[in-house]
């Protein structure tokens, strides 16, 4: 079990909107700053958002972030082919003082 | 163009040793936090260490404290990760990653190509 619960898996079909939720506690989320990874398929992570809502250069606004007490949420509108990959939420954790990631969400585009 | 390149991964039997090298160029490589983070076979991200510009602040996850060491030589432009008393759950691919913010934080903004190391007997 993740430090940072996700849905397994996610889908939609083009055109759709998605969300991901990650789910922390008051030692992570709750008082550190939530960012999200995407993964496509046999390729290393890429940053999609830092700062719990900063998107980076080259990260379209289809894609936007949120965080709310102890958990966050990633939205992806206008569902495209290219965005199945894997994302993950990550935070610092001030318990265990390290970087916790989580499981993980699988998005499949139908 | 930012660019790190990880090195020394394989095949190694448990209990033994492995020295991963990062080497890193296309920006200030003493202005940066870096990180290792692994990915077991089919599995999610999962952290390793971190270590703060000057080597002054060192991080590591409890599953590998006490057995792997991080380390940087800054007039290298290089990141490395001794590993010692390796397990077969220690089999994965190896991540390289700069920090965008000062450490503790967990905005990991370029990664490298990652390094697959196998422990089985």
């Known amino acids: 079990q993740s430090v940072l619960p996700q849905p397994p898996s996610a889908s939609g079909t083009p055109g759709q909107r998605v969300t991901i939720s990650c789910s922390g506690s008051s030692s992570n989320i709750g008082s550190n700053t939530v960012n999200w990874y995407q993964q496509l398929p046999g390729t290393a992570p890429k940053l999609l958002f830092y700062?719990?809502?900063q998107r980076p250069s080259g990260v379209p606004d289809r894609f936007s972030g949120s965080k709310s007490g102890t958990s966050a949420s990633l939205a992806i509108s206008g569902l495209q082919s290219e965005d199945e990959a894997d994302y993950y939420c990550?935070?610092?954790?001030?318990?265990?003082?390290?970087?916790?990631f989580g499981g993980g969400t699988k998005l499949t585009v139908l | 163009e930012v660019q790190l390149v990880e090195s020394g991964g394989g095949l190694v039997k448990p209990g033994g040793s492995l020295r991963l090298s990062c080497a890193a160029s296309?920006?200030?490589?003493?202005?940066?936090?870096m990180n290792w983070v692994r990915q077991a076979p089919g599995k999610g991200l999962e952290w390793v260490s971190s270590?703060?510009?000057?080597?002054?602040?060192?991080y590591y996850a409890d599953s590998v404290k006490g057995r792997f060491t991080i380390s940087r030589d800054n007039a290298k432009n290089s990141l490395y990760l001794q590993m010692n008393s390796l397990r077969a759950e220690d089999t994965a691919v190896y991540y390289c990653?700069?920090?965008?913010?000062?450490?503790?934080?967990?905005?990991?903004?370029?990664w490298g190509q990652g390094t697959l190391v196998t422990v089985s007997s």
């Open positions: 990653a700069r920090l965008y913010d000062i450490l503790p934080a967990s905005n990991f903004d370029y």
């Open positions: 296309g920006f200030t490589f003493t202005t940066y936090s």
């Open positions: 270590i703060s510009t000057s080597s002054s602040f060192i």
């Open positions: 700062t719990n809502n």
């Open positions: 990550a935070a610092w954790d001030d318990s265990l003082n390290g970087v916790v």
